[in-house]
């Protein structure tokens, strides 16, 4: 294991940091730079309250409103939330005076002691990282996921941990210089954000950004059954290792049935669940705690004690035979078709806003689908690919939609919400519409079977 690197606390004394946005990730960043010796102001577009009582004590200034350039004045570093796009007029007047622009991954770079492995890709970045860190943990480290995971990359940084797992978003990657993990995962690279990046291979130049500064013996890990994904992690100049339906190289981890062959020892780990997404999880969590040097049986010990997050297809409720199943995490065509894995009789629940992206692939799943419900901003999109081939309806509502479906569903059948689009028309985010969804699949489990 790479040892602790010494960083000097005290590290931004004398500097003006500007931080652009005050979600999350910039309300974290602005304290981080004030508790090391920056003076920090934020500027943000909406007509924000009243600043944290911490950072009012930490002198932070929010200039909220709106963006204008005297906002940047005398400033020598600005650090952009992820949701500041490419192109936004205050990073034009930052590159107009020629000043450091950075996102929270160069940030939390720049301040980490303890090393760090870095997950990334379309979708299962999340499910990813925290096996990845139950691996580390059941060796007995002090591990901890943070990132895209809810957890800020550059607090966590600060804090005293033996290492780090950081799920790390194309956002985040884009606006990264000195980002640079022990071990790196690609997991998939499929169509998303293209509204954000602009294209789709802006979008997987951003993805391959996780190792842009990986070389020698720093390993990356691939998804060899992903076409796009492993043509970008060839790009890598470091070991590559994979994992895969048919890999089995000494460094590998092969995916058979509902189990993982590891190609180092004739040892079999089976993660809690054998649903195709989670086993490639699993797979890609694998071989990057390996590379770190975890053994066998902390591997085992990891995967069969995580349980996977919220909203990643869990079974919510079942009535008269058919399950509800929330995947309400599945904001792309691509992790709504992984959602389905080898369930029939479903009656898929969709739509929401699409970002920009393509949902035909969403075709696929007819032979598998007794019906769809259209929802939000793409239920015409939606409706359009479906009709004619499986009955289709539209509802207004979640709670409208997940009963449309129970009544369209036959015993045996499963009601899946798995939107292939974002949240941000009709909710707070993926989380509200998971809980809802999975509160109206409750109500009707309380009303008992059909009549």
């Not at 010494?6 to 309300?27: D, H, P, Q």
């Not at 739509?351 to 239920?379: E, F, M, T």
């Amino acid at each position: 294991m790479t040892p602790r690197r010494e960083v000097s606390r005290g590290a931004f004394a004398g500097e003006v940091a500007v931080v652009v946005g005050l979600g999350v990730a910039g309300a974290s960043a602005a304290r981080v730079l004030a508790e090391e010796g920056a003076t920090v102001r934020v500027t943000e577009t909406r007509a924000a309250p009243a600043p944290a009582p911490e950072l009012a004590a930490a002198g932070v200034e929010v200039l909220s409103g709106g963006h204008r350039p005297e906002h940047l004045d005398a400033a020598t570093i600005v650090v952009v939330s992820p949701g500041v796009r490419p192109g936004s007029p205050v990073l034009d007047w930052a590159a107009q005076r020629g000043l450091q622009v950075w996102g929270e991954l160069e940030l939390g770079a720049r301040l980490a002691s303890a090393p760090y492995l870095a997950v990334t890709g379309t979708n299962g970045k999340t499910t990813t990282t925290g096996m990845l860190a139950a691996c580390l943990r059941a060796s007995g480290m002090d591990a901890i996921a943070c990132g895209n995971i809810g957890r800020p990359f550059p607090a966590t940084a600060r804090e005293e941990h033996d290492v780090l797992v950081v799920e790390a978003s194309s956002f985040q990657l884009a606006t990264q210089a000195s980002f640079h993990p022990q071990v790196s995962v690609l997991l998939n690279v499929a169509s998303d954000h293209l509204d954000w990046h602009g294209s789709a291979k802006a979008y997987a130049d951003a993805k391959a950004r996780i190792f842009v500064n990986q070389t020698g013996s720093d390993v990356h890990v691939g998804n060899r059954d992903d076409a796009a994904g492993a043509a970008v992690s060839r790009r890598a100049r470091c070991d590559v290792r994979w994992f895969g339906a048919d890999e089995r190289g000494r460094d590998d981890v092969r995916i058979h049935g509902g189990s993982l062959v590891a190609g180092w020892s004739d040892v079999v780990l089976e993660p809690a669940s054998d649903h195709s997404p989670v086993l490639e999880d699993a797979a890609a969590a694998v071989v990057a705690a390996h590379a770190f040097g975890i053994e066998d049986e902390a591997l085992a010990e990891g995967l069969r004690t995580y349980r996977t997050e919220p909203h990643r297809g869990e079974v919510v409720a079942e009535v008269d035979g058919v399950r509800f199943v929330d995947n309400s995490k599945a904001t792309n065509p691509h992790a709504a078709v992984a959602a389905a894995d080898e369930r029939e009789g479903i009656v898929l629940i969709a739509g929401g806003a699409a970002k920009g992206v393509d949902l035909s692939p969403l075709g696929s799943l007819v032979p598998r689908l007794a019906g769809v419900v259209a929802i939000g901003a793409a239920a015409a999109t939606v409706r359009a690919i479906f009709e004619g081939k499986r009955p289709v309806r539209e509802a207004s509502t979640i709670e409208d939609a997940t009963r449309s479906a129970f009544e369209m569903a036959s015993r045996g059948g499963t009601v899946l919400l798995a939107p292939a689009c974002a949240s941000w028309d009709m909710f707070r985010d993926y989380a509200e519409r998971g809980e809802r969804f999975a509160a109206a699949a409750r109500a009707i489990e309380r009303e008992g079977a059909r009549t």
